[in-house]
């Protein structure tokens, strides 16, 4: 209870204080998002020597060939040390006898060494000229192995993830199974420690090994997205090396069955997203991949963007009379009759057409053309055995051209212009009336 001192003055007494005390109201937690994405730039970065663009790799080499010879290390910075370190252990140079002495010098410091700033560079010069068949990488990997103790906290979670990080013989097929074992193997790796997951050199030799893994799996869509996602994560760069072979494995399992529209359309248009239409701007990757399984994918293509052509038709050109042709030109593409098809719209229809491809390669990705000549008129091109045949909108004639003669139109063009296509020489053309099918078939095939 409240008392009274012998002025009359009412006290509290503690009890009745504890009792009421105020809760106690922490601070909000601070945000440590803007220091962790520093923190994750500056990690991304480290170890990544100062490349010179005055002098060629092998001018540096000879420069550190003779600070070697000399025992010269005035003024001499630590990034050029490393910096050679890179060029000596690449597949450029490695085999170069000339260089030995800068290997064997890299490795008895890496021996003697305690300078992170030394050690930490060289995991990095081993990762990115890995080879497991090439000796000098064999010899940096063991000596890597004996000082793993002194490497700096930079590497210290990725050795404890992939304990056979030094050892060219297996852990490639290490990284491989962990990436199987992850939703998202690019960000996964990054949470186990390796923070540049597309760099090159061994994990060039993992990502093959993860697509021999995944390979008999990637007749289920969720495996195929898995795949792509790694070829391409959110917001990340494209890999380009080993494309090829990550092509083959998503079509193969589809030689022997057809794949659903819903997965022939994923492949068709994140394939050609990420590494273009394999007959326009020709990307590297589509040399890699097996003719057999390119032809396949044409056809899917071919059938893709038939498909495309109507649908961005029914929304700009209402009532282009194409109903019947429609049916007519799907059943030659059915029957495996149409070897080649392009598309080219009409200047609403190419923007809407556009605005309907990703907003991240709306300037790269090359599916259709544009037809500026007339506003209403758009095309459709097909290579049909050695005939090019030429459909249009509207009141535009059917025309057949011998593909072997000179100015007849070209599939695949970025611009076309029905007067031009009009003027060029024909086999045939022809309006849309009555059996006019008949009359096609005849000259087509």
């Avoid at 008895?108 to 995991?123: H, Y």
Wanted: charged share 25%.
């Amino acid at each position: 209870m409240d008392k009274t001192d012998g002025m009359g003055n009412t006290t509290v007494s503690l009890s009745n204080l504890l009792a009421n005390l105020a809760p106690l109201r922490l601070p909000p937690s601070p945000n440590f998002e803007n220091i962790e994405r520093t923190i994750r730039r500056v990690l991304d970065r480290s170890d990544v020597p100062t490349i010179d663009p005055d002098r060629s790799p092998a001018d540096i080499l000879h420069k550190m060939l003779d600070h070697i010879r000399n025992n010269n290390w005035r003024n001499i910075p630590l990034s050029f040390v490393i910096q050679s370190a890179g060029y000596a252990f690449t597949s450029d140079f490695r085999d170069n006898s000339v260089f030995e002495p800068i290997r064997s010098f890299l490795l008895k410091e890496l021996d003697a060494s305690t300078r992170s700033g030394f050690i930490n560079p060289m995991v990095r010069v081993y990762m990115e000229g890995f080879d497991p068949a090439a000796g000098q990488i064999i010899d940096l990997a063991a000596s890597l192995q004996r000082n793993r103790e002194r490497i700096g906290l930079r590497w210290q979670d990725l050795i404890s993830n992939i304990p056979d990080l030094f050892d060219p013989r297996s852990v490639s097929a290490t990284i491989a199974e962990r990436m199987d074992a992850m939703d998202d193997p690019w960000h996964g790796l990054r949470a186990i420690g390796l923070r540049q997951p597309h760099a090159p050199g061994l994990m060039d030799f993992a990502h093959l090994a993860f697509i021999r893994r995944i390979a008999p799996r990637l007749n289920q869509k969720q495996e195929i997205e898995r795949l792509l996602g790694w070829l391409r994560p959110d917001g990340q760069t494209l890999r380009q090396v080993g494309a090829g072979a990550a092509i083959n494995a998503l079509l193969a399992p589809w030689c022997q069955q057809s794949p659903s529209r819903d997965i022939s359309s994923l492949l068709t248009d994140r394939l050609t997203e990420f590494y273009g239409h394999p007959k326009v701007h020709r990307h590297p990757a589509w040399n890699e991949v097996d003719p057999e399984l390119e032809t396949m994918f044409l056809r899917w293509l071919m059938r893709a963007d038939f498909r495309f052509l109507f649908r961005i038709l029914d929304e700009v050109e209402r009532g282009h009379m194409w109903s019947d042709r429609e049916h007519f030109w799907e059943t030659m593409l059915e029957q495996g009759l149409v070897d080649e098809l392009w598309v080219a719209f009409n200047e609403e229809g190419y923007h809407v057409a556009q605005e309907k491809l990703p907003a991240n390669t709306r300037e790269t990705a090359v599916r259709f053309g544009r037809q500026t000549g007339e506003k209403d008129k758009s095309l459709l091109l097909m290579r049909i055995g050695k005939k090019i045949v030429v459909e249009g909108t509207y009141n535009f004639k059917l025309h057949i051209f011998d593909a072997d003669a000179s100015g007849v139109p070209e599939l695949y063009k970025p611009q076309y212009d029905v007067a031009r296509i009009r003027r060029s020489r024909s086999l045939d053309s022809f309006a849309h009336l009555g059996d006019w099918q008949t009359r096609a078939r005849r000259s087509i095939l």
